[in-house]
């Protein structure tokens, strides 16, 4: 079945001012479903590919046929990567905060919860060029930060360098950004935590 654009779980512009509603629009709308759209594109005539989850085609891109392994990556990526990160956000005030757990995993691995912020938006304006900053959840429970380029994924075995269930990721594109904060990459991922959805990574690690 082919894929499509996920409905949002709030308006466009209920993320103001930490992400505006035309940057919102053509973020999702027009980038998002571009990706879509070549996904589709990519897998048609694979039957058995189009029978995978988002989850799966990103999980085995790498044995994929050469011929449409580049753009299953590209677009295959960019339609999960985009698909988590509407919801991993939400308006001002309504994310809730890290839970217990989570906030302990946190601080066993970076020290404190502002130290893990630090970390995160480092790896995110550290980043080279377009890609994700990720918070992923290790086999053993543990939590880690990493950056991959592109659209590329914690998912992707064999391709990303980092492995894990991503938790929480950051679109450090410059079209997630420019409109309102042009060249500041870092001013985004500031204004960025007020809108992050810490109900959702709550369920995602208390559940993987
Ligand atoms: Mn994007």
């Not at 900053?133 to 994924?153: E, F, H, M, R």
Request: net charge neutral; hydrophobic share 40%.
């Amino acid at each position: 079945m082919a894929f499509t654009l996920p409905e949002l779980a709030y308006a466009e512009n209920a993320l103001e001012p930490s992400i505006d509603a035309t940057t919102m629009n053509i973020h999702r709308t027009k980038h998002h479903q571009a990706y879509i759209n070549n996904l589709n594109k990519a897998l048609e005539g694979h039957a058995d590919l189009q029978a995978m989850t988002i989850d799966q085609i990103c999980a085995n891109v790498a044995s994929m046929p050469d011929a449409i392994k580049g753009a299953v990556r590209n677009n295959g990526g960019g339609h999960w990567n985009h698909s988590q990160y509407w919801k991993w956000m939400a308006p001002k005030g309504t994310g809730g905060a890290p839970s217990a757990e989570l906030t302990a995993a946190m601080t066993a691995a970076f020290g404190s919860f502002d130290a893990f912020k630090e970390k995160f938006a480092a790896a995110g304006v550290g980043r080279f060029g377009s890609g994700w900053a990720w918070l992923c959840k290790k086999a053993d429970g543990s939590v880690a930060i990493c950056s991959t380029p592109n659209q590329d994924n914690p998912l992707m075995k064999g391709i990303a360098d980092c492995g894990g269930t991503p938790l929480l990721g950051c679109d450090v594109w410059e079209h997630a950004y420019y409109l309102k904060y042009q060249n500041r990459r870092p001013d985004y991922l500031a204004a960025w935590w007020d809108v992050v959805n810490w109900n959702y990574v709550n369920s995602l690690f208390a559940a993987k």
